[in-house]
């Protein structure tokens, strides 16, 4: 596998936060990276930075969001945004350097709820 800086997808997220719709979120503390042949199914994945990196580190939460090259090169430009707001929504509001699960207490991370942000999103463009 091989990793490198995703700058367009950098920009994508940073288009998504431009309009408030994860005000929890530091977009200078998520950096998206490119991955080329991994062998996992999934279009992207979001990796935290655990409270106990942060306090042997002195460093803030962090998170990572990394794109599959096979699985997320290929979509529109409608359908990456809606893989980046997926991820974001992993983001906790305490911006903690954990994750929320796809099927929480409170809330889902599912397709209807990643179109309701999306459908947001663009309105608000």
Not at 12 to 19: A, F
Not at 35 to 43: I, K
Not at 63 to 73: A, G, K, M
Not at 113 to 122: G, N, P, Q
Request: aromatic fraction near 8%; glycine fraction near 2%.
């Amino acid at each position: 596998m091989d990793i490198a800086p995703a700058p367009d997808v950098q920009k994508i997220m940073k288009n998504i936060l431009r309009t408030n719709l994860f005000d929890q979120v530091t977009a200078s503390r998520i950096v998206c990276m490119r991955s080329t042949h991994a062998t996992s199914r999934a279009r992207a994945r979001i990796w935290s930075f655990p409270k106990i990196w942060q306090m042997a580190l002195d460093l803030p939460a962090h998170y990572v969001i990394e794109v599959l090259s096979q699985h997320f090169d290929h979509l529109s430009d409608d359908d990456k945004t809606r893989v980046i707001i997926h991820e974001l929504m992993h983001i906790p509001k305490n911006f903690s350097g954990a994750l929320v699960p796809h099927r929480g207490r409170h809330a889902r991370i599912d397709s209807r709820t990643v179109e309701v942000l999306f459908r947001k999103y663009k309105d608000s463009i």
